[in-house]
């Protein structure tokens, strides 16, 4: 082999593990080995170390799983949206064959280990949720509807009902009132975040709510979905996954957030420019606190269950 | 001449299979521990005759 054959195989932009990580969206992940450790714990089934330390990576990998699948899917708006520009897809760090063959990959990798370190009802409902969140949200509803949120926020809701599977193999109403919170959180986040990152959606063509209802109608529906929000985070408190803890939490975090809300339903467009939507990006930094808040008030409630402490008694 | 000069991009790609073998190793060690947690606790016991009949 020549010195020129050896320079021509190098390509500048090549790949370093950490861009094929970022594929898998740690970000992302950090949310679903969370709720998916509190639906672990919350369950009332005691689970061994080491089979539920597998169940949160298993579950993790199949969020990554689907999140490389997402970014492959979605390459064409990642290059258009600022936010996404830079991913290593639309920066041409990766290919999308490759990202789509590691999601295919992982994917599978992900639910047969899930099935084999658990249980297969737990394996069936990690495979449902990449289904649904590549399937039904990416390829399907994302462009078509402004609701695209509401869907992606099912999709990112279900991992507490895996890693409460993961524990128990039955369903019960529990996990899904914990579906509930992720599901109903979802639509005030990312609506806060699309008011301040509007000129991306727009660019991008994608059916965001901001963009085909108009932005008064965004934060009338970051206020009702707020309010709603509250109702049920609220109300979890008095069933089993509650308790004085969580309830105590809940109702300080809450009356921020309706508060929040309640702020950004007031303002208008010349009030939010004139301090570059200060209020609104203060209230989508809450939410990030918001859920983390509200899963960690369930989980001392449920590490202190053993002891006699948690829950209502 | 032999080319001894290590460039960014060799780095990147020894970063890049390290990354793998690790992943790699680090998925044996966990099939294997989980592969002992399930022997240890009896998950692959076939059910008696007994049991069965209960």
């Known amino acids: 082999m020549s010195d020129v054959s050896i320079n021509s195989a190098i390509r500048e932009d090549e790949a ?3 861009d094929f990580f970022a594929l898998l969206k740690p970000r992302v ?6 709720t998916a450790f509190v639906g672990l714990l919350a369950a009332p ?19 990554g799983a689907s999140g490389a699948l997402n970014m492959w899917w979605d390459a064409d708006i ?22 789509l063959a590691i999601g295919l990959a992982l994917s599978a990798l992900s639910v047969t280990m899930l099935t084999l370190a658990t249980n297969p009802m737990a394996g069936a409902m990690l495979a449902f949720t990449i289904f649904f969140y590549v399937v039904v949200y990416s390829m399907w509803l994302k462009r078509l509807t402004p609701q695209n949120i509401v869907i992606g926020g099912a999709a990112g809701a279900f991992p507490p009902v895996i890693g409460w ?47 085909t209802h108009g932005r008064r109608a965004t934060r009338q529906h970051i206020l009702v979905y707020t309010v709603l929000l ?33 702020r950004i339903w007031r303002r208008d467009e010349d009030a939010s420019e004139a ?18 808040v509200h899963f960690g008030a369930i989980l001392i409630e449920a590490l202190l269950r053993p002891y006699g402490l948690g829950g209502w008694g | 001449m032999s080319i001894r000069t290590t460039h960014e991009i ?16 680090a998925f044996v060690v966990i099939v294997f521990g989980l592969t002992v947690v399930k022997v240890t606790r009896g998950d692959f016991e076939p059910v008696t005759a007994s049991e069965g009949q209960n």
């Not at chain 1, 258009?80 to 760090?93: D, L």
């Open chain 1, 165 to 211: 599977l993961a524990a128990t193999g039955t369903m019960a109403v529990e996990p899904w009132l914990m579906f509930a919170l992720v599901f109903m959180w979802t639509p005030p986040h990312f609506w806060a975040l699309a008011l301040f990152m509007r000129s991306d959606y727009d660019d991008a063509g994608v059916p965001m709510l901001t963009v």
């Open chain 1, 275 to 292: 301090d570059n939507f200060a209020v609104e990006r203060a209230f989508f930094r809450l939410s990030l606190w918001y859920l983390f």
């Open chain 1, 230 to 262: 509250s109702v049920l985070a609220l109300g979890a408190a008095f069933t089993a996954i509650g308790g004085p803890i969580y309830l105590a939490t809940s109702v300080v975090v809450n009356l921020m957030f309706l508060r929040g809300a309640l």
């Open chain 1, 16 to 18: 370093s593990f950490g």
């Open chain 1, 29 to 34: 992940m950090t949310l679903v080995v969370f």
């Open chain 1, 78 to 99: 990642d290059s258009v949206m600022k936010r996404t520009r830079k991913r290593p897809i639309p920066s041409g760090k990766v290919t999308g064959s490759d990202a």
């Open chain 2, 10 to 25: 060799h780095q990147r790609r020894f970063g890049r299979n390290l990354g793998v073998g690790l992943a790699l190793v």
């Open chain 1, 45 to 63: 089934v005691p689970v061994h170390p080491m089979v539920g330390f597998c169940a949160i990576l298993f579950i993790a990998l199949g969020g």
